[in-house]
C-alpha cells in the first residue's frame, strides 16, 4: 500500500513553455501533499506544501506565479512549471501523508525535467 | 543555513559488516528525524524514524540513535547486504508544521559483495 505515482517520469520542454507534472496517491487519500526540488548530489529542498481544497503554502524563495500548485482532489496534485528556464531544470518530487501518519511522507518517483 | 548535515558523501561497507551512517542537525527544536533510502531515478522510501523523546529505535536489521546533547544521529545497518546500497537521506521534522521534512544531502552507501 502508500504507493505514490508521478506522470511523467521525465519532459523536455522548450525555454517559455509551460510543464505539468502530476501526482497521485493511489491507494490512500492524501491530506497533503508536499512537493520537492532535487538537485544532482543534493538534498531535497520543499518547494511547497499543498493541502486538498485550499491553496498552498511556499517555502521562502520560491515563486508562486512561476510554480503553479493545484490540490484539487485528495489524491491528486499538480505542479505547473510556467515559461519554463533552463535553470528550472531538476529533478522534481511528490509526496504525500495521509491523516495521522504526517511524519511518514510516502514519495513518488520524481520527474526529470529537462528545459533546453 | 543547513540545518541538517550529512558531512559524509559516500560509504563502502564489506557485505555482513555494519553500516553506520551519521547525521548532524544545528536546531535542537526538531521533534522528529526520519531515514529514507533512495535508488537513482526514484523516490525516497521511508526506513524508519525516532522521537526526540528518545534515544533509540530498532527495526529488523536498522536501528537509528538519537544523541540530542551532541545533536546528531546515526542509522546502523547490520548485517549490511548488496541490496542495501543506495543513497539514504536523514530529515527532521517539527511538531508544528504538518509535516515538513527538512532533509540532509545523502550519503551514497555501496555494499560490497
Known amino acids: 500500500g502508500a504507493v505514490v505515482s508521478q506522470h511523467p517520469s521525465w519532459v523536455i520542454c522548450k525555454s517559455g513553455t509551460s510543464v505539468k507534472i502530476e501526482c497521485r496517491s493511489l491507494?490512500?487519500?492524501?491530506?497533503?501533499m508536499f512537493w520537492y526540488r532535487q538537485f544532482p548530489k543534493q538534498s531535497l529542498m520543499l518547494m511547497a506544501t499543498?493541502?486538498?481544497?485550499?491553496?498552498?503554502?511556499?517555502e521562502q524563495g520560491v515563486e508562486k506565479d512561476k510554480f503553479l500548485i493545484n490540490h484539487a482532489s485528495l489524491t491528486l496534485s499538480t505542479l505547473t512549471v510556467t515559461s519554463a528556464h533552463p535553470e528550472d531544470s531538476s529533478f522534481y518530487i511528490c509526496?504525500?501523508?495521509?491523516?495521522?501518519?504526517?511524519?511518514?511522507?510516502?514519495f513518488g518517483p520524481g520527474t526529470r525535467l529537462t528545459v533546453t | 543555513d543547513q540545518q541538517v548535515k550529512q558531512n559524509s558523501p559516500s560509504l563502502s561497507v564489506q557485505e555482513g559488516r555494519i553500516s553506520i551512517l551519521n547525521c548532524d542537525y544545528t536546531?535542537?527544536?526538531?521533534?522528529?528525524f526520519l531515514w529514507y533510502k533512495k535508488y537513482p531515478a526514484e523516490g525516497p522510501t521511508f526506513l524508519i524514524s525516532?522521537?526526540?523523546?528518545?534515544d533509540k529505535n530498532e527495526d529488523g536489521r536498522f536501528t537509528v540513535f538519537l544523541n540530542k546533547s551532541a545533536k546528531h544521529l546515526s542509522l546502523h545497518i547490520v548485517p549490511s547486504q548488496p541490496g542495501d546500497s543506495a543513497v539514504y537521506f536523514c530529515?527532521?521534522?517539527?511538531?508544528?508544521?504538518?509535516?515538513?521534512?527538512?532533509f540532509g544531502q545523502g550519503t551514497e552507501l555501496s555494499v560490497k559483495p
Open positions: 509526496s504525500a501523508t495521509t491523516s495521522g501518519r504526517i511524519y511518514e511522507q510516502y
Open positions: 491507494d490512500f487519500q492524501a491530506t497533503t
Open positions: 499543498s493541502n486538498e481544497g485550499s491553496k498552498a503554502t511556499y
Open positions: 536546531n535542537s527544536m526538531f521533534d522528529y
Open positions: 525516532i522521537s526526540s523523546i528518545k
Open positions: 530529515a527532521a521534522s517539527f511538531d508544528n508544521q504538518g509535516g515538513k521534512l527538512i
